[in-house]
Nanobody, 123 residues
């Protein structure tokens, strides 16, 4: 079994910063792409940023220049540094990872999601 555990959410004033963390644990052979998504009330879940196993990054236009995604492969952890936050960034943020595991010699990959962490930005 694999679990993703997020931390770092909270309440911050506009213009402030937060850093989210997400650590994967369990039966892990390899972690491929990792990413962050968010879902605001009444809206669909949307991509925030992704990072490949080799470190290539991709960002939503709305967060470019303000958010930075990074990963520590030794710790099976992905981070999201969020700067210059504004009220439109308020949402539940979810970690996602594509993870390869082995079961009885059978290798497979699967997408996993964290439980979500609330980020609230006050004006």
């Amino acid at each position: 079994q694999v679990q993703l555990v997020e931390s770092g959410g909270g309440l911050v004033q506009a213009g402030g910063s937060l850093r989210l963390s997400c650590q994967a644990s369990g039966t892990i052979f390899r972690i491929n792409a990792m990413g962050w998504y968010r879902q605001a009330p009444g809206k669909q879940r949307e991509l925030v940023a992704t990072i490949s196993s080799g470190g290539r990054t991709n960002y939503a236009d709305s967060v470019k220049g303000r958010f930075t995604i990074s990963r520590d492969n030794a710790k099976n952890t992905v981070y999201l540094q969020m700067n210059s936050l504004n009220p439109e960034d308020t949402a539940v943020y979810y970690c996602n990872a594509n993870i390869g595991s082995s079961n009885g010699g059978y290798y497979y990959t699967k997408d996993y999601w964290g439980q979500g962490t609330q980020v609230t930005v006050s004006s």
